[in-house]
């Protein structure tokens, strides 16, 4: 299986914040953002694996800035690490000034996907080859993020996420 670029599964959306999509406040609604990103999100986690995927969880979201009605937001996903049936995939949201057109990175989540064959089971997906120094931190990030999730799952003992100790050991 032929090792894939970040570059070759990002998803770039982009799409204008309506009044039916918005709180009291008239900033986006939170779940919307959400829907925007998964959405995002699988296309990237598709086009990395070239197979059904389906969200397994949503590890990381920051609502770092409110999205006001009328910006045109800016949704980039994109595989950051893949495992062996899973991908990590790393979004950033972005808002555009509408007088001066500068983007402001606004919002971030980081999702991990699962790839499944025609009858639901995982399948193995290609590896990832990360290029830019961007891509090279989020991929080694991505180890340790899910080194702790099995940690504290239970289902990886803390003497094995060889990961993790190194950031707390010289």
């Given at each position: 299986?032929?090792?894939?670029?970040?570059?070759?599964?990002?998803?770039?959306?982009t799409?204008?914040?309506?009044?039916?999509?918005?709180?009291?406040?008239?900033?986006?609604?939170?779940?919307?953002?959400?829907?925007?990103?998964?959405?995002?999100?699988?296309?990237?986690?598709?086009?990395?694996s070239?197979?059904?995927?389906?969200?397994?969880?949503?590890?990381?979201?920051?609502?770092?800035?409110a999205?006001?009605l009328?910006?045109?937001?800016?949704?980039?996903?994109?595989?950051?690490?893949?495992?062996?049936?899973s991908?990590?995939?790393f979004?950033d949201?972005?808002?555009?000034d509408?007088?001066?057109?500068?983007?402001?990175?606004?919002?971030?989540?980081?999702?991990?996907?699962?790839?499944?064959?025609?009858?639901?089971?995982?399948?193995?997906?290609?590896?990832l080859?990360?290029?830019?120094?961007?891509?090279?931190?989020r991929?080694?990030?991505?180890?340790?993020?899910?080194q702790?999730?099995?940690?504290?799952?239970?289902?990886?003992?803390?003497?094995?996420?060889?990961?993790?100790?190194?950031?707390?050991?010289?």
């Amino acid at each position: 299986m032929r090792a894939k670029t970040p570059s070759e599964s990002r998803t770039v959306m982009t799409d204008l914040v309506l009044p039916s999509e918005t709180n009291p406040l008239n900033n986006l609604f939170g779940g919307e953002l959400l829907a925007r990103m998964d959405r995002a999100a699988s296309i990237a986690a598709r086009r990395h694996s070239r197979r059904i995927t389906v969200t397994a969880s949503v590890n990381h979201v920051a609502f770092n800035s409110a999205v006001p009605l009328g910006s045109v937001v800016t949704v980039e996903a994109a595989v950051s690490r893949a495992f062996n049936t899973s991908m990590e995939i790393f979004i950033d949201v972005w808002i555009e000034d509408r007088f001066t057109g500068e983007r402001t990175k606004a919002n971030e989540a980081i999702y991990t996907f699962v790839a499944v064959d025609d009858t639901g089971k995982p399948t193995e997906v290609p590896p990832l080859e990360p290029e830019t120094n961007l891509e090279k931190e989020r991929y080694a990030a991505a180890l340790r993020r899910k080194q702790l999730s099995l940690v504290l799952a239970g289902k990886m003992k803390p003497e094995n996420a060889t990961e993790l100790k190194a950031l707390f050991t010289s």
